[in-house]
């Protein structure tokens, strides 16, 4: 597989196993620099087992967390739009000889509704998911550009999606050029494994068997001028430590390349679909001390990504990741095309969820643990995207404008959409955050406050 050296992985992951606690200590102080980890260095952390060890790794986590984040958590909705696939992945609800799934391609108008439902509780962020599939006209590109075309123009009263960004399979140059044209945030592409033998197993057929043909696709993507990519694994589909070094030698190649890393790492692990056994055979699954592990050690060795986690994982140990690494996560979210409007108690979702909370349930939970719910997405807008974003997020710059904007997306929230008992707790929040501010931060944000007072929506920095 291009750009991954195997037996290089192989190798560091052997001599990890030989270090002191002497080792991991010297790794955790180099990583409140902020300047990321090497291969050999992740490694070492990965290869901890004793607790009082493990508890230094989470710590570390937060803190650099906090440093470029602050306490802010985004938040978004997936939309899926059709679960139609050629591919026959061994672990997904969506392969193509899944005949337990119905399947359903959302036309224009449903995406219509699906999006009005998810704007009238309060989401401004949406990621797109397809299955591959041919589509329904000559190109592929040509439904997905429609649907993010689709999700722009929907406005429920002074509300509207703000950022689209799209899951779905490897293009060409000239398509993701649609892409960037359609206005797209991040395109999100996972590899799933990038051990090549496991890769090539657990998919068998379809376009999606040629691992290098998706592991090239983020490159591609760069080439046509998307300067924000989300990668990731899907954690139980091989050994974790492998799969997190793969995943750093994938950054380390885009680094090298164009100058810049993935704008978001995302970090599901395997969950048990309908009509798929692979969950109750794979003998890879991570016990939650070891994924949980495995976050920290992310948010530690690439401290400028942000970190997603997804409604795959139960809401208190969601809650508990928070705090060490995680700073975007889905909210509300159903796994199926037309899933918000359409629900008919079918199983045709991708994978089962773990957290049934609505959005509100979600908002609220992080206000209890004094954590700032955002809807921002004001670096699309303010073209603070690719390198830089990086120049801003490395040293930890992106904060203040991170916490101002969480604060008013927050308020829009709280006065629109938010319950009574959430909207409570949000306002104090609100007023302990606004002390924490500078004297410039705090009048600044009384202006964008007044604003919002009178009715005006989508205010940022």
Known sequence: MKHIDEQKIFDVLADAQKVSAADVEAVLAKSRALKGLTLKEVAILLSVSDPALLKKILEAAAWVKNEIYGSRIVLFAPLYTSNFCVNGCLYCGFK??????????????????????LLGRGHKRILLVAGEFPGSR?????????????????????????????????????DFRKFKAAGIGTYQLFQETYHEPSYRRLHPYGPKSDPD?????????????????????????????????G??????????????????????????????????????????????????????????????????????????????????????????????TQDDGADDGQFFPNDARNLDQVIGSLIEKGLCPSFCAAC?????????????????????????????????????????????????????????????????????FEDIQKGIRDVYV
Not at 389 to 397: D, E, N
Not at 398 to 409: M, R
Not at 420 to 437: F, H, N
């Open 138 to 174: 000559q190109s592929p590109v040509e439904d997905y550009v429609e649907a993010i075309e689709t999700v722009y123009r929907v406005r429920v009263g002074a509300h509207q999606i703000r950022r689209a960004n799209i899951n779905c399979a490897p293009l060409s140059v000239e």
């Open 96 to 117: 193509a000889d899944n005949k337990s799934v119905k399947r359903k391609a959302l036309t224009v108008g449903e995406i219509k509704q699906e999006v009005a439902w």
């Open 213 to 245: 043909n998706r592991l090239d696709a983020i490159d591609r993507a760069f080439r046509a001028g998307i300067d924000d990519v989300g990668i990731g694994p899907l954690y139980g589909l091989y050994d974790y430590r492998f799969e997190t070094l």
């Open 247 to 340: 995943l750093l030698e994938h950054i380390r190649h885009l680094e090298e390349t164009f100058g810049v890393g993935p704008h978001t790492i995302s970090v599901p692990r395997i969950e048990p679909a309908h009509g798929v056994n692979f969950f109750t055979e794979t003998s890879y699954k991570l016990s939650d001390e070891e994924f949980k592990k495995t976050v920290a050690i992310l948010r530690l060795a690439v401290p400028y990504t942000g970190i997603i986690l997804t409604t795959r994982e139960a809401p208190s140990f969601r809650d508990e990741l928070f705090a060490v690494g995680v700073s975007q996560v889905s909210a509300g979210s159903r796994t199926s095309p037309g899933g918000y």
């Open 380 to 448: 699309y807008r303010k073209e603070r995207t690719g390198a830089t974003f990086m120049g801003l997020a490395r040293p930890g710059t992106i904060k203040g404008k991170c916490q101002i904007n969480a604060l008013i997306t927050l308020k829009e929230y709280l006065d629109d959409f938010a319950s009574p008992g959430v909207k409570e707790r949000g306002y104090r929040l609100i007023e302990q955050a606004r002390t924490l501010l500078d004297e410039n931060s705090r009048q600044q944000l009384a202006v964008f």
